[in-house]
């Protein structure tokens, strides 16, 4: 059964670091696109950041831009995103969502399969 799972969330002071991790398990995760949500209290989801199957096209939505750094690692099936200079408005449910691909590139649409999120607090 195809899954992901991801874990690294939790309360972090402002300008703090967080590394959160997306691991798949029962498909091979370099067919894949891979992308990162988030959805804080009230708001819609949002697409923070995305890598394509090889990890060669990266992309971020603004607010997290020059802060936040998306990688993957095929060979272990996991896919990073780095978080630093925490806001508190980076505070939300992060999940990571995996796009069956044959291309290099990567999009915020159109997800095969869905993790169940991590818990990020950005507060002091």
């Known amino acids: 059964q195809a899954q992901l799972a991801e874990s690294g969330g939790g309360l972090v002071q402002p300008g703090g670091s967080l590394r959160l991790s997306c691991a798949a398990s029962g498909f091979t995760l370099a067919n894949y696109a891979i992308v990162w949500f988030r959805q804080a209290p009230g708001k819609e989801r949002e697409g923070v950041s995305c890598?394509?199957?090889?990890?060669?096209?990266?992309n971020y939505a603004d607010s997290v831009k020059g802060r936040f750094t998306i990688s993957r690692d095929n060979a272990k099936n996991t896919v990073y995103l780095e978080m630093n200079t925490l806001k508190p408005e980076d505070t939300a449910v992060y999940f990571c969502a995996a796009d069956f691909t044959l291309g290099s590139s990567c999009q915020y649409r159109g997800m095969d399969y869905w993790g169940k999120g991590t818990l990020v607090t950005v507060s002091s």
């Open positions: 890598i394509s199957r090889r990890g060669g096209t990266t």
